[in-house]
């Protein structure tokens, strides 16, 4: 996802990453942690979240997200390219010589380092 990408195309990456998410459920935090890969406006996050839960994609209890995606994950072999070069985590800044980007039908996001990929897709734990 380039900086440049629009409200829009961020809402529905947004949106279309909490539906991938390897978790049944996760906290709030968790979540806001995961879009803030797309956008650091509270606004559009909270806007994800609403269009999320009005798709069906997500139900919110509490301070709780259970996801409601059907069994649709990140595929790791069709759906993370590698891409080898001077890169910076989209997720905790590190500098990467390997980034990791995800495919998904609204658009790519990353890069990522190796662990993070797995965080923000929900493979590995953080909470």
């Not at 650091?40 to 996801?67: F, M, Q």
């Not at 070069?85 to 010589?97: D, K, L, Y």
């Amino acid at each position: 996802m380039n900086e440049r990408a629009s409200r829009e195309e961020k809402l529905e990456l947004g949106v279309e990453l909490l539906a991938h998410l390897e978790r049944e459920e996760l906290s709030l935090s968790a979540a806001v942690d995961r879009i803030e890969t797309v956008t650091t406006s509270p606004a559009l996050t909270r806007d994800i979240l609403d269009a999320a839960e009005k798709r069906g994609v997500i139900e919110r209890e509490n301070a709780r997200l259970r996801i409601q995606r059907g069994g649709t994950h990140v595929n790791y072999d069709t759906q993370v390219v590698r891409r080898e070069g001077e890169f910076e985590c989209r997720r905790c800044g590190a500098p990467v010589s390997t980034g990791h980007f995800v495919q998904l039908d609204a658009g790519e996001l990353g890069p990522f380092g190796s662990s993070c990929i797995r965080k923000v897709t929900g493979r590995d734990d953080d909470e």
